[in-house]
């Protein structure tokens, strides 16, 4: 990269290509799949992803995609995120309490109460502990970055937790709109933005184009 300014010696570039973060993300990408629900409690904190495998008409693409992988490392996730300990925002990082399990819970919770099925859902993640922790919330952004996985990137709100009393004016999301069930979402009463066939064709063509713009 050159500037017109004179600063060519301060930049720093192309640091992510050969990063930790990539060494962590192939790390993942390495781990053999385990099927949702997670049963045994894990005491850590890290990164996860969570793939799909069944037949709801919108993810087809994907799911197709996901059960004639033959590589693990090629599995395409649905949704990416992180578990960090308490602490993190402030600095007074404290050890985890099942915080993995707390999230992939969480996320079950969510799942079961909809029109999906949970046990079309598998994950993996990487436990990171000690200073590696710092790592976290980076490695969570590269990796949504790397695959703009579908829940975390063209529809919002399967990560979102109760609003909260005094907040039931806000608008459903998009994810619940076309995923009802949650106890809290339907108690929302903001207008909508799109429908649910709205929804539906948008996460319908990101899927075509990005799932197969990226591995073939």
Known sequence: MASENGFDQFFL?????????????????????????????????????????GDYPTYQHLSNHNNNVTDVRNYYPIYVGKAVPRGTRTGQIQNATQSLYHRLHEHTKSIKSTNLDISDFRCRFVIMTGHDEELIVPLESEMIRKYTPIWNSAMSGFGIHHPGSGRFGQKKSEWDTLHPGRYFAEMLTGELDLTTMEINEKVVDWLNNTVEDFYF
Do not use: C
Not at 30 to 40: A, C, D, F, K
């Open 13 to 53: 570039t192309n640091i992510l290509n050969d990063s930790l973060l990539h060494i962590a993300i192939d790390f993942l990408n390495s781990r053999e799949l385990i099927q949702m629900p997670v049963q045994e409690k894990i005491p850590y904190s890290g990164v996860y992803a969570i793939y799909y495998f």
